[in-house]
């Protein structure tokens, strides 16, 4: 946090929010946004997903990794009720 603070103090109340309380608002809205996004795109979107067993052809997917400490081993399809 020292760190944040002094090479950029405007994002400290964030970090604190994040990292210091545990607080998941950010990551949540992020991924809304991302969900959007992508199905802006008309691409599928997941999350948890660490599986790069798909073929080289296949279409691109995005994958949402801002929730590193949940990456399973196998995909789950993004569903924001979860």
Do not use: C
């Not at 691409?43 to 073929?55: E, N």
């Not at 801002?66 to 569903?79: D, G, L, M, Q, R």
Request: proline share 7%; glycine share 4%; charged share 35%.
């Amino acid at each position: 946090m020292e760190y944040i603070r002094e090479k950029k103090p405007e994002l400290t109340p964030l970090y604190e929010e994040i990292y210091v309380k545990g607080k998941r608002d950010y990551w949540e809205q992020l991924n809304v946004e991302l969900k959007a996004y992508a199905e802006g795109l008309g691409l599928p979107y997941v999350r948890d997903d660490d599986s790069f067993k798909r073929p080289f052809d296949a279409p691109p997917i995005v994958v949402n990794y801002f929730y590193h400490e949940e990456v399973k081993k196998s995909a789950k399809v993004n569903n924001i009720d979860k």
